[in-house]
């Protein structure tokens, strides 16, 4: 198996129980001297610090340690280090993996030594995608945060929008110039159906005689579940009658497959909706 050296594996990190006896049972048969051992780990990245001491008890007194010793230390002491030393436990562990040429081991070693390494793949795989399925795991629920985040960052924007667009709208019943008003209502309608997603085809105009005062006539397209609609709103202090409702019939009547809103506002309210 090979293992690049920045993998995921959650054993790189700090390596359980499970990992590390086999480490130590199995790195010694796959080193045949202990200078080549302390090689080996300095190879990996291990600090020369964490191997100085045993260097010194090799070249002292040789025969009072043995290579499961200084490979049991050496690992302990890299998992003391946590995050500093995980380079090294990367790659000791890819080191182990990768292992095919067993004869540089001694043959008494070699049949061990392939059923050692054999068996560490085998936990390093299934770690590994356990290890990548939480990772998996880890970003799907990231990625559902963030678009929980996004939608609901999105509704307070829509809400604080509407209500600006409400105190705008609520702002126009203060204005007596009934050009004005239907002016300004154009803009608020536009910024209205904006909130909606609601496409508007084309701009609110003002139709009408600016001598009938109190009378303003905006109308306009709006594409609504894919059919177009003429607007058409109107301040009016009377109930509106057929003879107010036939131009804007008419409106409608005269464009192909159009459809028709038409919305009265009383002058005395002051309800949105």
């Not at 990772?135 to 939608?151: G, I």
């Not at 667009?165 to 204005?175: I, M, T």
């Amino acid at each position: 198996m090979s293992q690049s050296s920045d993998s995921p594996l959650d054993i790189s990190y700090h390596y359980p129980p499970e990992i590390l006896e086999l480490l130590v049972e199995t790195i010694p048969l796959l080193i045949r001297s202990k200078i080549g051992l302390l090689d080996f780990f300095q190879g990996a990245g291990v600090p020369s610090a964490d191997l100085a001491d045993w260097r010194q008890k090799v070249r002292v007194e040789k025969d009072s340690v043995n290579k499961f010793q200084i490979t049991r230390s050496v690992l302990c002491r890299l998992n003391d280090r946590h995050d500093a030393a995980l380079a090294p436990r990367r790659e000791i562990i890819k080191r182990v993996s990768e292992f095919d040429d067993f004869s540089t081991c001694w043959e008494s070693d070699q049949l061990k030594a392939r059923g050692l390494v054999s068996q560490i793949r085998q936990v390093v795989n299934i770690k590994d995608s356990f290890t990548r399925m939480n990772l998996e795991r880890q970003k799907e629920r990231a990625a559902n945060r963030e678009a929980a985040d996004a939608e609901l960052k999105e509704k307070q924007r829509k809400q604080t929008e509407i209500e600006k667009v409400k105190k705008d709208f609520y702002a126009l019943f203060a204005l007596t110039d009934a050009h004005k008003r239907g002016k300004a209502l154009e803009a608020v309608l536009n910024r209205l159906f904006g909130c909606y997603g609601i496409l508007v085809k084309e701009a609110f105009t003002i139709k009408g005689d600016q001598a009938q005062g109190i009378v303003e006539q905006v109308d306009g397209l709006i594409e609504l579940d894919g059919h177009i609609y003429f607007v058409e709103m109107k301040w009016w202090s009377q109930p509106i009658g057929r003879e107010q409702m036939a131009p804007h019939l008419v409106s409608i009547y005269s464009r192909g497959d159009v459809r028709g809103i038409f919305r009265n506002r009383p002058e005395t309210t002051s309800r949105f909706s």
